[in-house]
């Protein structure tokens, strides 16, 4: 059973293809705006319309096996942005028709879940899944994933991002501001703004970038990022401490922050739950977790449907197939 997982919500376009639940290939491009600007979700979507064929081909060598040995198709069909996401599921259904295969559309935040907890061999964690666009507290109950706490306006990524190109870096700026972080001496108070179990970032990134202009660049980065990263531990902290969860997976390309990696192993500890982060090529957006995730849904006997976009497509609307 080889099934090929086309992931293209954002930046990235990925094609994964994964032989039963083994991952045998995991290929990428991703689209690089131009300097002083975030993504435009045109160009993005031009860049994965021009890079498909290629990581294609790349994805089917990797793995080596041809188009025809394929069994099903996987896409991200949401959430994300409509024209990038448009790219995805055009390949995903002229593959399907093609090869007469069924066509599984998959939940973008949940295919992260998923691979994470494949890599990290954990059962049912408490997620933080952090990412460019999504910030989020999830975690299963029953047969749906529920959401604890979430951003109300920019995703944490989004927030590195935006107050990075304030400080004239360029993207990815998150990188960029946890390296400027490191040299960081003194805190200079920013908005905290947590509300109830949810979070907000505008605020923040407007006022980092105003005290910018009277401060240290070291020392603005790391009272941005101390900031951003206590109001995540605290919401997630409180959600640990009502689901009662074991284990906490920390996910999406913001994993990838060592200071992140550290607060949450530290609060995780207090806890006593294990701590996970996912090996860096599963954290950002990747084809082999739409694969991955189309395939062990399927396998669930879920019902291929007719598959559209879905840009909004919250990941506590999706039931998840139980075992029988
Ligand atoms: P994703 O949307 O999941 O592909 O993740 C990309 C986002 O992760 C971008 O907003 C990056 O700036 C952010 N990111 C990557 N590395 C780091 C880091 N070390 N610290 C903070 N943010 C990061
Ligand atoms: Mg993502």
Same mark, same amino acid.
């Given at each position: 059973?080889?099934?090929?997982?086309?992931?293209?919500?954002?930046?990235?376009?990925?094609?994964?293809?994964?032989?039963?639940?083994?991952?045998?290939?995991?290929?990428?491009?991703?689209?690089?705006?131009?300097?002083?600007?975030?993504?435009?979700?045109?160009?993005?979507?031009?860049?994965?319309?021009?890079?498909?064929?290629?990581?294609?081909?790349?994805?089917?060598?990797?793995?080596?096996?041809?188009?025809?040995?394929?069994?099903?198709?996987?896409?991200?069909?949401?959430?994300?942005?409509?024209?990038?996401?448009?790219?995805?599921?055009?390949?995903?259904?002229?593959?399907?028709?093609?090869?007469?295969?069924?066509?599984?559309?998959?939940?973008?935040?949940?295919?992260?879940?998923?691979?994470?907890?494949?890599?990290?061999?954990?059962?049912?964690?408490?997620? $933080?899944?952090?990412? &460019? &666009?999504?910030?989020?507290?999830?975690?299963?109950? &029953?047969?749906?994933?529920?959401?604890?706490?979430?951003?109300?306006? !920019?995703?944490?990524?989004?927030?590195?991002?935006?107050?990075?190109?304030?400080?004239?870096? $360029?993207?990815?700026? &998150?990188?960029?501001?946890?390296?400027?972080?490191?040299?960081?001496?003194?805190?200079?108070?920013?908005?905290?703004?947590?509300?109830?179990?949810?979070?907000?970032?505008?605020?923040?990134?407007?006022?980092?970038?105003?005290?910018?202009?009277?401060?240290?660049?070291?020392?603005?980065?790391?009272?941005?990022?101390?900031?951003?990263?206590?109001?995540? !531990?605290?919401?997630?902290?409180?959600?640990?401490?009502?689901?009662?969860?074991?284990?906490?997976?920390?996910?999406?390309?913001?994993?990838?922050?060592?200071?992140?990696?550290?607060?949450?192993?530290?609060?995780?500890?207090?806890?006593? =739950?294990?701590?996970?982060?996912?090996?860096?090529?599963?954290?950002?957006?990747?084809?082999?977790?739409? =694969?991955?995730?189309?395939?062990?849904?399927?396998?669930?006997?879920?019902?291929?449907?007719?598959?559209?976009?879905?840009?909004?497509?919250?990941?506590?609307?999706?039931?998840?197939?139980?075992?029988?």
């Amino acid at each position: 059973m080889n099934c090929l997982g086309i992931e293209s919500t954002a930046h990235t376009l990925g094609i994964g293809i994964t032989k039963k639940e083994e991952v045998v290939a995991n290929e990428r491009s991703i689209y690089k705006p131009s300097p002083g600007k975030g993504i435009v979700p045109s160009e993005a979507a031009k860049h994965h319309s021009k890079t498909k064929k290629k990581v294609l081909e790349d994805a089917l060598k990797k793995a080596n096996i041809e188009k025809e040995d394929l069994d099903i198709v996987a896409v991200a069909s949401g959430p994300g942005l409509p024209p990038c996401l448009l790219e995805g599921v055009k390949l995903a259904k002229k593959l399907s028709n093609q090869l007469k295969i069924p066509l599984v559309p998959v939940n973008h935040c949940i295919a992260h879940i998923e691979i994470g907890k494949k890599d990290c061999k954990s059962k049912d964690p408490l997620v $933080q899944y952090v990412s &460019g &666009g999504n910030t989020q507290i999830i975690s299963q109950s &029953g047969n749906l994933y529920r959401i604890y706490g979430e951003t109300l306006d !920019i995703g944490i990524g989004n927030a590195f991002d935006k107050f990075a190109r304030n400080l004239g870096l $360029q993207m990815p700026g &998150g990188p960029k501001i946890m390296q400027l972080a490191k040299k960081g001496e003194n805190y200079i108070p920013l908005p905290y703004t947590v509300k109830g179990m949810d979070l907000a970032f505008s605020g923040l990134v407007t006022e980092a970038t105003r005290k910018s202009e009277n401060a240290e660049k070291e020392d603005i980065a790391y009272s941005f990022q101390e900031t951003a990263l206590s109001m995540l !531990i605290e919401v997630t902290e409180r959600a640990l401490a009502h689901t009662k969860k074991e284990e906490l997976l920390l996910t999406g390309g913001v994993a990838a922050n060592t200071r992140l990696q550290e607060m949450n192993q530290l609060m995780a500890k207090e806890h006593q =739950a294990d701590f996970y982060v996912p090996k860096r090529e599963y954290c950002g957006d990747n084809g082999a977790m739409i =694969a991955y995730t189309g395939y062990i849904y399927r396998e669930k006997n879920q019902d291929p449907k007719e598959v559209d976009i879905n840009p909004t497509w919250r990941p506590n609307t999706y039931k998840i197939p139980l075992p029988k």
